[in-house]
């Protein structure tokens, strides 16, 4: 019993290094520095993320950052599985989550550019994509109503990430998806880890200097 508990405990982190590893290539740096020979992150808000290469440096390398970002979240939530050498039976429903939310804390925290990384945006948008596609435009169409409605990008990150929850809550209990119990659970706490991310970008907004979007 021992020996197999061990086991399974090697497969989890395993996932888990697969999906921080693999987040922890900092998109946005990456970029700036092999295209533009400087660092993003000494642009703008300090983020290395889709929206501060877009101020920085325009809408193309902004487009490259946000899709590889995503597949970021993407990949190693759909790979999960597959990187079972033992059966996990207890974490079956859980795996995908765990790989996608080790994907988000390697984009925000990349042991390859010193821990500074992006929101998570992005990479949770990729983790959803691979577990509940469905749900992803309607968190989008949240994020498009408040950057029109009040031009800020980080208002709507954080207002999409909170509302990923509310959505698979609605498909579990109003409209009968298979969304489990650990899925719920972990949404809510990466909803609450994108609010931690943004925290900087809501002091600004209480203080009324955050930057809004095109200016």
């Not at 922890?24 to 533009?36: C, E, I, K, N, Q």
């Not at 169409?141 to 698979?168: D, E």
């Not at 009968?176 to 899925?183: A, L, M, Q, R």
Request: hydrophobic content about 55%; proline content about 5%.
């Amino acid at each position: 019993m021992p020996g197999e508990v061990g086991i399974v405990v090697a497969n989890l982190i395993l996932v888990v290094l697969f999906g921080y590893l693999l987040a922890s290539f900092s998109t946005a740096v990456v970029v700036s520095r092999l295209v533009y020979g400087a660092d993003v992150r000494t642009h703008g808000s300090g983020n290395a993320g889709a929206t501060n290469m877009l101020r920085a440096f325009g809408w193309k390398p902004a487009v490259l950052v946000l899709v590889v970002d995503v597949v970021k979240g993407f990949l190693p939530t759909l790979l999960a599985a597959r990187l079972q050498f033992v059966e996990m039976p207890l974490f079956e429903d859980a795996l995908p989550l765990i790989a996608g939310a080790a994907a988000i804390i390697g984009h925000c925290y990349p042991i390859f550019a010193g821990f500074r990384g992006g929101k998570g945006v992005a990479t949770a948008a990729g983790m959803f994509l691979a577990l509940y596609p469905v749900a992803v435009p309607i968190c989008v169409a949240v994020f498009g109503a408040i950057v029109a409605g009040t031009g800020y990008v980080s208002l709507a990150s954080v207002g999409a990430c909170l509302s990923m929850p509310v959505v698979l809550g609605t498909f579990r209990f109003g409209l009968g998806f298979d969304v489990s119990g650990e899925t719920l659970v972990g949404t809510a706490l990466l909803a609450g880890f994108i609010v931690f991310t943004h925290r900087a970008n809501l002091s600004r907004l209480r203080h009324g200097t955050e930057p809004r979007f095109g200016r």
